[in-house]
């Protein structure tokens, strides 16, 4: 097992690895690289990292693991100077938590050190960010989606997998353009109809004061618009590098909306509760076979 980690980006996913790290690996020493080093000091209060320094100042002297936590596009800078940094072990491994993963493979593939790192994705989290929500328990029993790339070898991804277990994650292996085609309908759709159902709601109700809105505002609202209060700073990195699966998702779901506007416009016509009927109940049985 790794012995000697470093998180760069101690936030909501990596705060929450290093909080289930701790508890399953008790002797494992964690570095938390940051930009601002001094707000993080809670975290070697609460013993769930033992050490904080500067992102300008990454040691990579001892270093088992790496663990980049950043935003995308950051992510990207960060590993590629780790595998440039010539005291990177040879035996290091780094890994991501990136929502995207062809754009982050395609920047190091042709790396000499290429084979050093090894694409993570953690179905985990929340529309929350910061290391003061991270959490161990949105780790336990997460998906963890790991994307191997043609430089790695089946020792190195069975490390990695063995680490992801050990946080009681379980563990799908795919290629990345099968993950980012995937996430691009299961989780960055979701997020962009939450932002645009938000504006939505307000841009119809604009001769009401938002205030006026709250009395009608339930906790079917809220689920729906639950995502949209997500970081800025991480979905503006999702979308621009995972665009061309976000764009052909999109088109799908503009043409699913257009048809059901037709069905209503039909059923209202016809007088026909049927065709309503008919849709939801389909929308339903696939409802309950994902929730089941
Ligand atoms: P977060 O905002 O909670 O944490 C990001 C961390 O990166 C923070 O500590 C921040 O200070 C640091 N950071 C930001 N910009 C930086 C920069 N330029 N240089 C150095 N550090 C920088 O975000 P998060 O939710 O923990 O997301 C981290 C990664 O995990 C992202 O790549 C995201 O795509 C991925 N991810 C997020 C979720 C989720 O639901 N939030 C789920 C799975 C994967």
């Known amino acids: 097992m790794f012995n000697k980690v470093a998180i760069i980006g101690l936030g909501l996913i990596g705060g929450s690895i290093a909080r289930m790290l701790k508890k399953k690996h008790q002797s494992v020493h964690i570095t ?18 033992d050490e904080v320094a500067s992102n300008d100042a990454i040691d990579c002297n001892d270093v088992d693991l790496f663990i980049v936590a950043t935003p995308v596009l950051t992510s990207i800078t960060i590993i590629k100077s780790l595998l440039d940094d010539p005291r990177l072990k040879s035996t290091a491994l780094v890994i991501d938590a990136g929502s995207v993963k062809q754009s982050i493979i395609d920047s190091i593939v042709d790396h000499k050190k290429a084979h050093q790192f090894v694409g993570c994705h953690p179905m985990a989290g929340s529309e929350k960010s910061g ?11 997460a998906w963890v989606i790991i994307t191997p790339h043609k430089k790695n070898n089946n020792a190195d991804i069975a490390a990695i997998e063995k680490f992801w277990k050990l946080l009681e994650c379980k563990i799908h292996i795919t290629d990345a353009a099968t993950h980012d085609r995937m996430v691009a309908g299961t ?16 841009a119809f109700n604009k001769e009401n004061n938002p205030s006026d809105m709250l009395p009608f505002i339930g906790k079917g609202f809220k689920d729906m618009t639950r995502l949209a209060g997500g970081s800025p700073d991480m979905w503006a990195d999702i979308v621009l590098l995972n665009n061309s699966n976000i764009i052909a998702v999109l088109e799908d779901y503009i043409q699913s909306l257009t048809e ?5 416009q039909q059923a209202s016509l016809h007088n026909d509760r049927n065709v309503l009927y008919r849709y939801f109940e389909e929308v339903q049985n696939k409802w309950n076979k994902y929730h089941a």
């Open 32 to 49: 938390a690289y940051s930009r601002k080093p001094e707000n993080l000091h809670n975290a070697i209060k609460e013993g769930i990292i």
């Open 131 to 141: 290391y003061t929500f991270s959490t161990h328990s949105i780790l336990a029993d």
């Open 187 to 202: 989780s960055h759709l979701p997020h962009i109809v939450s932002s645009v159902l938000m504006e939505s709601v307000f």
């Open 260 to 264: 059901v506007k037709h069905s209503i």
